[in-house]
């Protein structure tokens, strides 16, 4: 069946550091990929998505590109801060999404 | 446009206990899905409508958990008999029609049975 892995946490970072979250996703057919995010105390929140192969989505200076050959979509950002602290979360929609067990960041000082 | 509305945030049962969860889309919204997310784990699917007929339930979800989604509007999550293992998040998420368009979440509804 459909699934989703994600690199495990927790993972601490310097400000300034560089990120990366693994995702590896196993699908049929043509899935669309997301990464969601979940702040302390707060709901799930779209962060960027990718709907074909190639596609990089982009938000908040975070990226991902959905890459077919390796059935990837790693979260990537170039410069972290304090206020990224959250809870990562990789998923891919075939009739119903599909979630990784999420990996948790915290950037400190 | 409020968002997926979910109620209430908290509730306490007692082992044993009915309880029933309500969620409230976003307008013109015609998916719906319900999930359990329990600590340190993601989102596990429960069930999803398309307007109000129920497309798919998981097959891991046992008989004393339903779902309605009456004229495709609000949803209800009804648990019988209670147990200490159904202690979790249950999320509502909404999605309006496409297939390349992302799901809405609320807040949750944290169950916990005692």
């Known amino acids: 069946g459909d699934s989703v892995t994600q690199m495990e946490g927790p993972v601490t970072l310097s400000e300034e550091a560089f990120l990366t979250i693994n995702c590896t996703y196993t699908a049929t057919g043509y899935p669309s990929l997301f990464w969601y995010v979940q702040y302390p105390g707060e709901g799930l929140q779209l962060l960027l998505k990718?709907?074909?192969?190639?596609d990089k989505g982009s938000n908040k200076g975070f990226e991902a590109t959905y890459r077919k050959e390796t059935t990837s979509f790693h979260l990537e950002k170039g410069s972290v801060q304090v206020s990224d602290s959250a809870v990562y979360f990789c998923?891919?929609?075939?009739?119903?999404?599909?979630f990784g067990t999420g990996t948790s960041l915290t950037v400190i000082p | 446009d409020t968002g997926v509305s979910q109620d209430p945030r908290h509730k306490i049962t007692k082992r044993g206990q009915n309880v029933t969860f309500r969620c409230d889309p976003i307008s013109e919204h015609n998916r719906l899905y319900w999930y359990r997310q329990t600590l340190g784990q993601g989102p596990e699917f429960l069930t999803y409508?398309?307007?109000?007929?129920?497309?798919?339930k998981s097959r891991l979800l046992s008989d004393r958990f339903s779902a309605e989604r009456p004229k495709g509007s609000f949803s209800t999550l009804e648990i019988q008999r209670t147990e200490q293992g159904d202690s979790a998040m249950y999320l509502c998420?909404?999605?309006?029609?496409?297939?390349?368009?992302?799901?809405?979440f609320g807040q949750g509804t944290r169950l916990t049975v005692v």
């Open positions: 990718a709907t074909k192969a190639d």
């Open positions: 409508f398309q307007n109000e007929a129920q497309l798919e």
């Open positions: 998923a891919l929609r075939n009739n119903q999404f599909y």
């Open positions: 998420a909404s999605q309006p029609g496409g297939t390349n368009t992302e799901a809405f």
